[in-house]
């Protein structure tokens, strides 16, 4: 069964900085692209970035400006999400997703929340 | 970046109902579209890629056509379980895209 267990979410003061992890199981981790979507409280789904399988090619929503950095580890079969100098408005639940054409299996989530 | 607009926001329907809802892109994103159900504090799951297959384990009920900017997901005879909010969502150009998401409830 493909289990993806994010972790890492808490509270975080503005332009403060946090690493979410999304550890993967149940598949082998490093053939399959993966992506980190987000969830403000009470609203849509957002995608945020998405890190192929092969060549490491990386993508991101406008939003992120330069603020964020994925990345994943093959050989621990986990893949991260660096947040860097972060806003009120990045407070979201964040989930973490395999990719298989569309997004194929997601995690349960980890909440994010920017506040003094 | 491709807008994607689904009509209705709210769906009020009975179990046993045949349900309908539309998915319109702002350019076209040929068949790489997705359908998404989420229940209220859960993980969204998949349901449909490519526009019309369905994901591994999803009741036949559930349906999708469409290609290029107008897109359907019908699910053929509505039961308890359905009663979620679901989401398209483009994959053809990044950035990737979710409409605003549709309401089915209870009528």
């Known amino acids: 069964e493909v289990q993806l267990l994010e972790s890492g979410g808490g509270l975080v003061q503005p332009g403060g900085s946090l690493r979410l992890s999304c550890a993967a199981s149940?598949?082998?981790?490093?053939?399959?692209?993966m992506s980190w979507v987000r969830q403000a409280p009470g609203q849509g789904l957002e995608w945020v970035s998405s890190i192929s399988a092969t060549d490491g090619r990386t993508d991101y929503a406008d939003f992120v400006e330069g603020r964020f950095t994925i990345s994943r580890d093959n050989s621990k079969n986990t893949l991260y999400l660096r947040m860097n100098s972060l806003r009120a408005e990045d407070t979201a639940v964040y989930y973490c997703?395999?990719?298989?054409?569309?997004?194929?299996?997601w995690g349960q989530g980890t909440l994010v929340t920017v506040s003094s | 970046d491709i807008q994607m607009t689904q009509s209705p926001s709210t769906l009020s329907s009975s179990v046993g109902d045949r349900v309908t809802i539309t998915c319109r892109a702002s350019q076209s994103v040929y068949s790489w579209l997705a359908w998404y159900q989420q229940k209220p504090g859960k993980a969204p799951k998949a349901l449909i890629y490519?526009?019309?297959s369905l994901q591994g384990g999803v009741p036949s009920r559930f349906s999708g056509s469409g290609s290029g900017t107008e897109f359907t997901l019908t699910i053929s005879s509505l039961q308890p379980d359905d009663f979620a909010t679901y989401y398209c969502q483009q994959y053809n150009t990044y950035p990737w895209t979710f409409g605003q998401g549709t309401k089915v409830e209870v009528k």
């Open positions: 997703a395999r990719l298989s054409s569309a997004i194929e299996n």
């Open positions: 490519e526009a019309s």
């Open positions: 149940g598949f082998t981790f490093s053939p399959y692209a």
